[in-house]
């Protein structure tokens, strides 16, 4: 039974370039979400699609955007890197309409 | 929007005792409450949730209780074992939210032998 699968699972950019990010859901699963975990804290929520459209955005910069295709596998991009965009960026998938959210293992951004 | 405050940052025990971590919520509608362990270098791991209809919910030597009145929640951990050394985050949400978490600042559980 396949978990939430992310890829890449380590990266390192320049500022200036982008990144692209994927994640593909637990079977079944609609809903993906992803968030932003910076070292030594708690993940902090950028996007979630469910069904393909963006049901909620968190408090990042247009530099970010996502999307979610009819398989539900999902993308995150991001434009322009910046130093302080190195972390970790975790995507959860959930079933639906409830609210259990399981992770990936993450990919580590690094930008220099 | 929802913020989510936890405490204590760190948490030293011996092995046996028991650990108690503490949130505390702003939004009166969230109704979900989840726990995750996190191991470093790995992902967060849900281990126990609530929803706002139960008080009290226990699964082997975790136990999560909350109190909506007050809005908070604790995560009690008994009879602690080494492997029980982790980042714990609480988070609440909205049970029609499709896993949109608002997340705690995570508390550092070191347990020594």
């Known amino acids: 039974d396949a978990g939430v699968t992310q890829s890449p699972t380590h990266l390192i950019k320049t500022r200036g370039q982008h990144v692209t990010l994927r994640c593909s859901p637990i079977s079944g699963h609609k809903s993906v979400s992803w968030y932003q975990q910076v070292l030594g804290q708690g993940p902090q929520f950028i996007f979630q699609?469910?069904?393909?459209?963006?049901?909620g955005r968190g408090n990042f910069p247009d530099r970010f955007s996502a999307r979610q295709f009819p398989n539900y596998s999902s993308e995150l991009n991001v434009n322009a890197l910046l130093l302080g965009d190195s972390a970790l960026y975790l995507c959860?998938?959930?079933?639906?309409?409830?609210?259990?959210?399981?992770f990936g293992q993450g990919t580590r951004l690094t930008v220099v | 929007g929802e913020n989510v405050e936890q405490h204590p940052s760190t948490l030293s025990v011996q092995e046996g005792d028991s650990a108690v971590i503490k949130c505390t919520y702003s939004d009166s509608a969230s109704n979900y409450f989840p726990w995750y362990k996190q191991e470093l270098g790995k992902r967060p791991q849900l281990i126990i949730d609530?929803?706002?209809?139960?008080g009290e919910k226990k699964d082997q030597r975790i136990a999560v209780t909350l109190n909506k009145t007050a809005k908070h929640f604790s995560l009690h951990i008994t009879e602690t074992q080494p492997e029980d050394s982790a980042v714990y985050f609480c988070?609440?949400?909205?049970?029609?939210?499709?896993?949109?978490?608002?997340f705690g600042a995570g508390t550092q559980v070191v347990v020594t032998p």
């Open positions: 609530i929803r706002s209809n139960v």
């Open positions: 988070a609440a949400s909205l049970t029609d939210s499709w896993g949109k978490l608002q």
């Open positions: 959860a998938s959930s079933p639906g309409t409830v609210s259990e959210a399981f």
């Open positions: 699609y469910y069904e393909k459209e963006e049901r």
